[in-house]
C-alpha cells in the first residue's frame, strides 16, 4: 500500500524505522519484488504497511508487514522473506481517493 505523508508520519511515529523516499534508486526494484508500496527499514529489515480486510472501514486493522530480513549483523543486504505481521498500527480510516479535474 502506498502512503500518503501524513500516513507516512503516522507510521514513523509508531514504528523505529525510517521510510524509503520513492525517488530512491532502490525503489524500482523493491516494487519489482514486493509490488507498490512505501517502504520502511528499520532493525529487524524491510517493513511495509497494509490493512486487514474488515466488513466495515472502521473495523480496518494496519498491520506492519516484515517482507525482508538483514542478510547478516552489516546490515548490508536484505533476503526477502515470508511476509510476517509484526505489529498493528492506528493509521485512522482510509484517505478518500485524490480526484484530478
Not at 520513492?22 to 525503489?27: S, W
Not at 523493491?30 to 524491510?46: A, D, K, N, R, W
Not at 480496518?60 to 498500527?89: C, F, G, M
Amino acid at each position: 500500500m502506498k502512503l500518503n505523508e501524513s500516513q507516512v508520519d503516522q507510521v514513523l511515529d509508531q514504528l523505529p524505522a525510517e521510510v524509503i523516499p520513492d525517488d530512491h534508486p532502490t525503489v524500482p526494484q523493491l516494487e519489482s519484488v514486493f509490488g507498490p508500496h512505501t517502504f520502511f527499514i528499520g532493525q529487524e529489515g524491510l517493513h511495509v504497511v497494509e490493512r486487514g480486510a474488515g466488513e466495515a472501514v472502521s473495523e480496518q486493522t494496519t498491520y506492519v508487514v516484515k517482507v525482508a530480513h538483514w542478510a547478516d549483523d552489516r546490515k548490508n543486504s536484505l533476503v526477502p522473506q515470508d511476509a510476517e505481521v509484526t505489529d498493528t498500527i492506528d493509521l485512522g480510516p482510509p484517505s478518500e481517493p485524490e480526484v484530478s479535474v
